[in-house]
């Protein structure tokens, strides 16, 4: 069992830059692919990037390559998602989780989610 708590949410403006973290619970937390996710009002859920167990790698959703990043500390059972150069199309509420295994783009493959912290970017 992994618990998953996320933090750095906020609103910002257009252009700026927001840090979130995943906090995980328990001594495994090395074992686990880290996936963020994001849903805004009246979508569905999307991916928008996820690292291996190692760190070794990683993905990212179009929308969002060349200005986010995710990394990982295994020592502090957390991972990060630096988010810059924010649209107001980032804005929605990202989750954060996990799954045993290689990297996934689809939700249905990651078994542990967070309750999700609300971004939103300002015009």
């Known amino acids: 069992q992994v618990q998953l708590v996320e933090s750095g949410g906020g609103l910002v403006q257009a252009g700026g830059s927001l840090r979130l973290s995943c906090a995980a619970s328990?001594?495994?937390?090395?074992?686990?692919?880290m996936g963020w996710f994001r849903q805004a009002p009246g979508q569905e859920r999307e991916f928008v990037a996820a690292?291996?167990?190692?760190?070794?790698?990683?993905d990212f959703a179009n929308s969002v390559k060349g200005r986010f990043t995710i990394s990982r500390d295994n020592a502090k059972n957390t991972v990060y998602l630096q988010m810059n150069s924010l649209k107001p199309e980032d804005t929605a509420v990202y989750y954060c989780?996990?799954?045993?295994?290689?990297?996934?783009?689809?939700?249905?493959?990651?078994?542990?989610w967070g309750q999700g912290t609300q971004v939103t970017v300002s015009s």
């Open positions: 328990g001594r495994t937390f090395n074992i686990y692919t």
């Open positions: 690292i291996a167990s190692s760190g070794s790698s990683t």
């Open positions: 989780a996990a799954r045993r295994g290689v990297i996934f783009t689809g939700s249905n493959a990651y078994q542990y």
